[in-house]
């Protein structure tokens, strides 16, 4: 078998894997880190002996899904929504899941131009109450706005209200925002954002663990939360009553040792309590973009010129290396000519300036782009913007 | 001379440079603290050589001063308006203010029933914004009722906004309420309070640097702020604009090693915004009073039977000690029979009953008053209430 057949046993394995195992399964976890995609795919198929940690009842269980799951199935119903899988290992990978140690995802189908991996290295995750007050509604649009507007990517859940109010004011400020679901990503759920998230797949990214098709229950929303806080530098709740879900997000992110940050509101709002009550522990009271930027942009970071590496130049994708090279060192350009420099569209031009800008290699000016100081003295003196 | 001759100099001593020197001036302090009281003042009242670490034009400010000090008047003045002199040394003198090192206030003018000093060992500090907003005010006079139900002290400044509203929540509370001026306490600023803070003189005390009929200026506010701050085991400010003066009050309780703390409210309001700085600093978010007294409240507090001692039974005041062995062991009583047990007045009980309840020692009980359950076991024990 060669290496190139073995990959592509591993990306089957798992798209398999994450059909039969549910988010978040530490013990199914434990078993693909000691033995092997492949070697618990098998095991699943065979039947037999239940591997360690599994009750015969919930063995019977997985090796009944495996029996059903056609794992070319799930990849064809992907395609045809325009979703890719991206497990650990492939380029695209955002390395910081890792963190969730044997909870990692299997694999995330991604639907969107742009590459989960850099976004995620510059991405915040903006997150609250569904039934939130237009106090709420107001706060997260502006925040989000705030922070696509200086070059960071706004993660949250695609939910109603505090959610919903994050992407669309990193939308309206022609930003960069990823919606992380908690079903398949060929059927978005809440139905009433199908629009909102088709959008976000056309100018972002809409990504998620379950397969296909599947729909979300109460514990696949508070598994999804893990995937936000692990994804993202820093997690901020803008509204939450006290025993909200999003607050499951914020401590998934204060777990894991990401930025946790809340928006205070009044004290006569329960909607602000839950809030309040993460302010009185570990978390950070943030009242705008430019203070949340402060906590949680120590790599990247456009303004001062004297930055830690943001990230090599040699590790970028071909096609945002081309599209970089086609910047001209001395004014901005249009998306149009920069793609007629790199020879690809105008679409995969413009999504690989997100990743760029993400990466602190560009930003825009006007309507066109332009190669940040960062960058310019970095190709003086041949290496990253640094 | 007698010792009590003495104690009288000392007195009308102190109530002479109080009319003579502004309040918190460190250079005069120190002359105090290095040569005694008397001897300032006959260097005063002398003229000659300027005392060191005062200009020439500096020092004949202050002789002048000197020689139009009568403080024998000043003394009648402030009986007329019901106030007394207390100075460092007094059964009175709230210890705490000795923090101040040489910005210590040379003596502090009382009107009220109370013992300044005992109310203050159980006292917070509310203050915030003038032109503060409806959900200011209804915080403040929440909050400040709150604290009153618990058997603590408001103090204040006795200014519109926020600090009325303070105020007038500890007295509908009918709880202790201090209100700390920045003028004379014979004549109320702002002219508009002078109703409310009349009504503090009768149901809590006012209490200020300055002599009587001595107006307020920004000074003498910003100065005032650090006798309110000193005197509390707390501050929480509940709106202030960026560079609100109740902000002062919070840096020097910071400074003096209290607690700071402030309430938040919409990042939208600018009157927030002081007070989400201060919470971005050292100052801890609270939403209600139980929080507040969840971060004060290490001594004296009423629930826990466990706590140190409050107050030392012996220390209590003769007047005080009368109305607490009037009070039955095993009910609560209205106030008119403990006055009759203790052979005063009732209004003289009540005060003393508030100034107990400031330390523990009885509670509200419906109509009348009560021992708390740590009174009563300390009665038995022979003890103070812990």
Not at 10 to 22: K, N, T, Y
Not at 144 to 161: C, I, P, Q
Not at 234 to 240: I, K, M, N, Y
Not at 354 to 376: F, M, N
């Amino acid at each position: 078998m060669t290496a190139g057949a073995e990959a592509g046993d591993e990306l089957l394995g798992r798209v398999f894997l994450a059909r039969v195992i549910e988010p978040g399964d530490e013990v199914a976890g434990r078993w693909v880190r000691e033995r092997g995609v492949t070697a618990v795919v098998r095991r699943l198929r065979q039947g037999g002996e239940p591997l360690p940690g599994a009750s015969g009842v919930r063995w019977a269980g997985l090796v009944e899904r495996a029996r059903r799951t056609v794992p070319e199935r799930d990849l064809a119903a992907a395609a045809e929504a325009g979703a890719r899988f991206v497990g650990p290992g492939d380029a695209e990978w955002p390395g910081q899941l890792d963190d969730l140690g044997d909870a990692r995802p299997l694999g995330l189908w991604v639907r969107g131009r742009a590459g989960l991996r850099m976004w995620a290295l510059r991405s915040v995750a903006v997150v609250g109450a569904r039934a939130c007050t237009a106090y709420g509604t107001h706060v997260a649009a502006t925040l989000a706005a705030g922070l696509a507007e200086r070059g960071w990517v706004v993660v949250s859940g695609g939910a109603y209200g505090i959610d919903g109010a994050a992407h669309r004011g990193a939308l309206a400020a022609r930003g960069a925002t990823v919606a992380v679901l908690a079903c398949g990503v060929d059927r978005p759920y809440p139905r009433g954002h199908a629009a909102l998230i088709g959008r976000i797949a056309e100018q972002g990214l809409v990504v998620g663990e379950l397969p296909p098709g599947d729909h979300p229950t109460p514990t696949r929303f508070i598994l999804r939360n893990r995937v936000i806080a692990a994804l993202t530098r820093g997690t901020v709740v803008v509204e939450a009553a006290c025993r909200s879900g999003s607050l499951s997000t914020a401590r998934a992110a204060q777990r894991l040792g990401r930025i946790t940050m809340g928006v205070p509101g009044p004290v006569t709002s329960g909607l602000s309590a839950g809030v309040h009550e993460l302010l009185r522990g570990e978390a950070a009271l943030v009242t705008d973009a430019a203070e949340v930027v402060e906590l949680v942009g120590d790599i990247g970071d456009l303004a001062p010129a004297r930055r830690g590496p943001v990230f090599p130049r040699d590790l970028l994708e071909p096609g945002a290396r081309a599209v970089l090279a086609a910047l001209p060192g001395d004014r901005a350009a249009p998306a149009e000519e920069i793609a007629l420099g790199a020879r690809t569209t105008r679409d995969e031009a413009i999504a690989r300036l997100y990743e760029l800008r993400a990466l602190g290699y560009v930003e825009r000016h006007g309507d066109g782009w332009k190669l940040t100081r960062q960058a310019v003295m970095s190709v003086r003196e041949g290496r990253g913007p640094c």
